[in-house]
């Protein structure tokens, strides 16, 4: 059971967008920043967030991503199907000292 | 660009040790901390130990603290990890990547099995 909590799955049709998100605590979320990571099938994962809301160069401008309180989510706008994927929230926990991830969500496009 | 390549993946039984290491070229790799992450078969992420730029500090998960530990070799670029006290819980990919709270780049693992 993850510290962060992901919902399992989610699903869109191309050129929907969606979001995923991530519920934390006051000793990670609360008190520090989100990153999320895209894990293509076969793959390793890739960073796609960092510091809640900054992309890495290449990441499309499709993918955004927010944090309000204890928790966060990553948007997805104009779903393409190259993004069938695995996507995981990420933080530091102050309390653990430790980096968590979240289950991770499969997003299925349809 | 940057590349971190890992090896030293095998089968083992249990009880036995193993050691990882991470080749790191492409950047200034004494510049950077260095973390190991593994994932077992069909399941999430798991952080597992972090070293920092100069190994002053280092973090481990209670998952493996006390059975793993970090090194690294900045003369070598090499990042490693020591594994002991091998269980079937620690079958997994261990992926390098570069960070400490996050990870910007990762390698493309290695694989794990413990096994009798």
């Known amino acids: 059971q993850s510290v962060l909590t992901q919902p399992p799955s989610a699903s869109g049709t191309p050129g929907q967008r969606v979001t995923v998100s991530c519920s934390g605590s006051s000793s990670n979320i609360g008190s520090d920043f989100v990153y999320w990571y895209q894990q293509l099938p076969g793959a390793a994962p890739r960073l796609l967030i960092y510091?809640?809301?900054q992309r890495p160069s290449g990441v499309p401008d499709r993918f955004s991503g927010s944090k309000s309180g204890t928790s966060a989510s990553l948007a997805i706008s104009g779903l393409r199907s190259e993004d069938e994927a695995e996507y995981y929230c990420?933080?530091?926990?102050?309390?653990?000292?430790?980096?968590?991830f979240g289950g991770g969500t499969k997003l299925t496009v349809l | 660009q940057v590349q971190l390549v890992e090896s030293g993946g095998d089968w083992v039984k249990p009880g036995g040790s193993l050691r990882l290491s991470c080749a790191a070229s492409g950047f200034t790799f004494s510049h950077y901390h260095m973390s190991w992450i593994r994932q077992a078969p069909g399941k999430g992420l798991e952080w597992l130990s972090y070293i920092t730029y100069s190994s002053g500090v280092i973090y481990y998960a209670d998952s493996v603290r006390g059975r793993f530990t970090i090194s690294r070799d900045n003369a070598k670029n090499s990042l490693y990890l020591q594994m002991n006290s091998l269980t079937a819980a620690d079958t997994a990919v261990y992926y390098c990547?570069?960070?400490?709270?996050?990870?910007?780049?990762w390698g493309q693992g290695t694989l794990v099995t413990v096994s009798s």
């Open positions: 990420a933080a530091w926990d102050d309390r653990l000292s430790a980096v968590i």
């Open positions: 990547a570069r960070g400490s709270d996050y990870f910007d780049n």
């Open positions: 510091k809640n809301h």
